[in-house]
């Protein structure tokens, strides 16, 4: 471990202990996610439940809530605690619930939604704040499908403070025509395509974060395409090749995952075929990244 990695590490895990009253809340590294118990969601929290619930969110990034039996009223009405909800594109006579995006994959599927590292739909405008996943029906066989989680601030920190002070100024292209790779997307696909900071301040922490990401970056503005492309491929592979960075959420029955959008990054490991996997995925409405 180089002198930047264990430097930014240790200041990330040196965080005053948290007196939680309300709920339970169990580390899962000591750099992102916990696991959370103590809660019904299927309930309406009380405000001194949310409020520790937000601070454990602002903390881990990665919340996990086991056993819990939730409809799709609950679902939504957990979400909203925290914002407003998302519209999904649909198609002219989709009478599915715009606010609720399936997510699925079985023996028939040629690929899963994010299985490479990515932050959802940053080519918006106004990225989200985050998503929650509900997996009712996680891989049959009993492993597999996990979806792990990175840390984008410590991302940034790990760099040299040579390598930040560059990075501070630029700006990225995010293109929603990049996760398709070449195919056409569908018919009424309305594209996005946003300029953003390279790195961003978290709108509620004010820390700072690398927010590129293989998903949706295309280019840095101002470099050539070699320089871009060779600077892009560094940032994107610390996720690829930092496991210190990362945890791993391994799914089990009626599991619910609420992470930060802005500041992580997450991989759908697609290592279950032929076996099949669903849940149910809602999006909290975000703002326009800042420098």
Not at 64 to 82: G, I, Y
Not at 88 to 111: K, M, V, W
Not at 116 to 121: A, E, N, S
Not at 176 to 195: F, I, N, Q, T
Request: hydrophobic share 35%; with cysteine; proline share 8%.
């Amino acid at each position: 471990m180089d002198e930047f990695t264990r430097a930014a590490a240790k200041r990330l895990t040196t965080r005053p202990p948290y007196d939680y009253q309300q709920i339970s809340v169990r580390p899962l590294t000591p750099v992102i996610g916990a696991e959370v118990s103590g809660i019904d969601l299927s309930r309406k929290p009380s405000e001194e439940q949310l409020a520790e619930l937000r601070h454990a969110f602002l903390t881990h990034h990665v919340l996990v809530f086991r056993d819990q039996r939730l409809t799709p009223s609950d679902h939504k009405r957990f979400a909203r605690c925290f914002g407003e909800l998302r519209r999904q594109q649909r198609a002219a006579g989709d009478d599915r619930d715009p606010e609720i995006l399936d997510i699925r994959a079985d023996q028939d599927s040629t690929f899963v939604d994010g299985n490479d590292w990515h932050t959802d739909g940053t080519a918006d405008a106004e990225p989200s704040l985050g998503s929650m996943l509900y997996m009712t029906e996680p891989p049959a066989i009993g492993s597999g499908g996990d979806t792990m989680f990175a840390n984008m601030h410590l991302a940034y920190e790990m760099l040299s403070p040579t390598m930040r002070g560059f990075l501070d100024g630029l700006t990225a292209v995010h293109d929603g025509l990049a996760p398709w790779k070449g195919y056409p997307p569908p018919a009424d696909y309305v594209v996005p395509k946003s300029e953003h900071p390279v790195v961003a301040r978290h709108p509620d922490t004010g820390r700072r974060l690398l927010f590129v990401n293989p998903g949706f970056t295309t280019h840095i503005v101002g470099l050539s395409a070699e320089e871009s492309r060779a600077l892009l491929d560094l940032l994107f592979n610390l996720v690829a090749t930092k496991p210190l960075l990362s945890c791993r959420v391994h799914w089990t029955p009626n599991t619910l995952v609420f992470w930060d959008n802005r500041c992580t990054q997450h991989h759908a490991i697609w290592d279950y075929y032929p076996h099949s996997r669903y849940g149910q995925r809602v999006t909290i409405n975000g703002s326009r990244p800042t420098a």
